[in-house]
């Protein structure tokens, strides 16, 4: 029976070839006119023998999962809704930005167990972890879509999901897409985000990857009342693993910070948020709250969010204010689910 290409590793498809009598660089070859030359078609790959092109079906699919609807917000923003098998859906967001970057932010659950109070996807329990082939597969889906000389620049992992409850489909589907004989993805233009799943944040430095962290507080008590997960883990030892990230990879570690309205947004917060990054490379993202059904927060006046960042901004932190893109078409940071029913049809921007 035929298994799926997407799901292989360079290293595993070599030795899932090399199990039928076949040489090693077949591999990297079907990689180049899959990835690099977006070639489905097995019998177009002429360097490849007639024998094996003949054989190859029997040997593998290449089948992605298929796209149940797709959404164009105004601002260019495009969602894809996925089918993940078991009456699942999850959803992707094609972000264009500025001098030519277009960054494809995947998910990598069906809902997520960490139970964020101010997030859509959270309002979900885990329903499934998604597989690797699915992850790279959304990518992959994407990627067909886009016209001639406007690949997709830049990867987040900040759809739907915990990535790092689900690592190590997260990372094989990271290494599928910087192999050179790929999609060739620079490893720093793949962003992993986490609420704070501490013992697991060293594999993203051992990845090689970029990392970006749900801070959203400036002290645990606050912390806590919307992320059950610093009970866990308090802020001291999320700081500590985001040190030693930055020490071994030279990067700064990206500060998500979501404002909620009175709750995390005075001028008190900014205070305490710059004195622990003191010790930390890092730059803070600031995410003014999207807003959805029943989530009982709101976002901040323009007035607040653009005093937190100006008093950030005094204290030298490197701060930036997250766009909002997509809201039209409900594609917004912790917008997404895969529970349409509770989705309002527009909403405004
Ligand atoms: N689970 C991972 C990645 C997905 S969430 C994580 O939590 O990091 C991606 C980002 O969206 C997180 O920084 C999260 O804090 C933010 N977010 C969640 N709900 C939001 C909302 N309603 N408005 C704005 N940002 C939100
Ligand atoms: Fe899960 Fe991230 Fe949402 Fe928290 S913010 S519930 S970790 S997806």
């Not at 701060?319 to 997404?336: F, S």
């Amino acid at each position: 029976m035929a298994v799926n290409f997407f799901q292989y590793r360079l290293e595993d498809l070599t030795d899932y070839i090399q199990s039928f009598g076949e040489k090693k660089f077949r591999a990297q070859q079907l990689y180049r006119w899959v990835y690099g030359l977006k070639e489905f078609d097995f019998n177009n790959m002429t360097n490849i023998s007639k024998n094996f092109r003949a054989q190859l079906p029997q040997l593998l699919n290449l089948e992605l999962p298929q796209v149940v609807k797709e959404q164009i917000s105004r601002d260019g923003t495009r969602k894809y809704l996925f089918d993940v098998g078991d009456n699942q859906t999850v959803e992707a967001v094609l972000i264009p930005g500025n001098n030519g970057r277009r960054t494809l932010c995947l998910s990598s659950e069906v809902g997520c167990n960490m139970a964020c109070k101010f997030c859509f996807t959270g309002k979900q329990k885990l329903k499934k972890r998604l597989s690797t082939q699915q992850i790279v597969g959304q990518f992959v889906r994407v990627m067909m879509d886009q016209p001639e000389g406007e690949p997709i620049t830049n990867v987040v992992f900040m759809g739907m999901g915990e990535p790092l409850d689900n690592p190590e489909a997260v990372f094989s589907a990271s290494k599928i897409l910087h192999s050179s004989w790929g999609i060739n993805l620079s490893r720093k233009k793949i962003t992993v985000s986490t609420s704070g799943l501490v013992p697991q944040i060293p594999l993203v430095t051992q990845a090689g990857l970029r990392l970006a962290v749900s801070l959203n507080a400036s002290n645990d008590e606050t912390r806590e009342k919307i992320m059950p997960i610093n009970k866990k883990w308090p802020i001291a030892d999320l700081l500590e693993a985001c040190r030693i990230h930055s020490r071994t990879s030279k990067d700064k570690v990206t500060m998500e910070y979501v404002l909620l309205k009175d709750f995390n947004d005075s001028l008190e917060h900014a205070r305490e948020l710059v004195k622990i990054l003191r010790n930390v490379p890092s730059k803070v993202n600031l995410i003014p709250f999207n807003e959805h059904p029943d989530s009982g927060f709101h976002r901040p006046t323009e007035e607040k969010v653009n005093a937190f960042q100006t008093y950030l901004m005094s204290k030298d932190v490197h701060v930036l204010r997250r766009r909002t893109m997509g809201r039209d078409i409900y594609a917004a940071c912790g917008q997404l689910t895969s529970a349409h029913k509770n989705h309002p049809i527009t909403m405004s921007i």
